[in-house]
């Protein structure tokens, strides 16, 4: 088995979260769940500026994270609309 890697939710990725209609919510969840297993998948791309941190994207939403190989921890910092350059702002 692949190692597993813990999930952290900061608070501000959790108010995001708790902003999500029901159908988003478990969308978004679904794929934070998944980088437990695989933090770098296909679809992940690496945030300019931001050492560590890289960006995944959930239907149209944007899930934003930093990954420690070190200690197998996945820090999930911000979801946010695609189109919504919110998500970037206080990096």
Same mark, same amino acid.
Do not use: W
């Given at each position: 088995? !692949? ?7 900061a #608070?501000? !990725? %959790? +108010?995001? *979260?708790?902003g *999500?209609?029901?159908?988003?919510? +478990? =969308?978004?969840?679904? +794929? *934070? ?14 945030? #300019? @500026?931001? %050492?560590? @941190?890289?960006?995944?994207? =959930? @239907? %149209? ?9 070190? *200690?197998?921890l ?5 979801? @946010? #609309? ?6 970037? %702002?206080?990096?």
């Amino acid at each position: 088995m !692949a190692d597993r890697y813990d999930l952290r939710i900061a #608070k501000t !990725a %959790e +108010k995001d *979260l708790r902003g *999500l209609i029901p159908k988003h919510f +478990k =969308q978004v969840v679904t +794929k *934070l769940f998944s980088l437990c297993t695989n933090p770098r998948p296909q679809d992940h791309k690496q945030l #300019k @500026g931001y %050492e560590g @941190g890289y960006r995944v994207d =959930q @239907g %149209e939403y944007r899930i934003l994270y930093t990954i420690d190989d070190s *200690l197998k921890l996945i820090d999930v910092f911000r979801v @946010g #609309k695609r189109n919504d350059d919110e998500v970037y %702002e206080n990096l």
